[in-house]
């Protein structure tokens, strides 16, 4: 079978308990309700992005990350919860270093970004998105080594990284603290 380019056809993924495709408008109101979430903010990895982000009604997402895609230099998915059917997170890639774009240029690392509501915050959800995103996204933009922010006050984040085969980034190869690295061999 021939892989397809996720920024020519974004893939739709599916575990137990989510659906995740690409963010669009229709999702706006069901973030909004994520980005104001006071814990999910407090949890939110911010590394390297200098703006403000205070969001004042749900028309401020309705275009949110698409620009990104389009540009072929990340993409952000809804998190849909299989029991509610509403959106209660985003996961996304981005290629490292910075400013470099996955195909076609050396990028073989790849950070995920994961925002999830609060409620959801619990080791089960966070290992099942985890391991989603160490094996299918990996795959498909075909990074040999993805990192992942989870700080010590979040253990429930920390625990399902190292269920997964994550390891601290003890060496300092990123810039940033509390990162988590995985080396995939499977792309």
Known sequence: MKKINPFDECPVY???????????????????????????LKHENRDGFSGEWK??????????WQTEYKNRQFVRWSII???TSSVIGTIEIAPLPWGKWFFGTETPVGILRLDLLSSFEKQVFFS????MMATELAYDFEVT??????????????????LNQFYPDTNKEFLYDDYYIRINTTV
């Open 14 to 40: 599916e575990t137990q308990s989510f659906i995740f495709r690409l963010v669009n408008e229709k999702d706006a109101e069901d973030l909004f309700t994520v980005y104001t979430d006071p814990i999910t």
């Open 55 to 64: 969001l004042k009604s749900s028309d401020e997402l309705k275009n949110a």
């Open 81 to 83: 919860s299989k029991d």
């Open 128 to 131: 099942e998105i985890i391991y």
């Open 145 to 162: 080594k993805i990192i992942m922010k989870a700080p010590s006050n979040q253990p429930e984040r920390v625990n399902a990284l190292i």
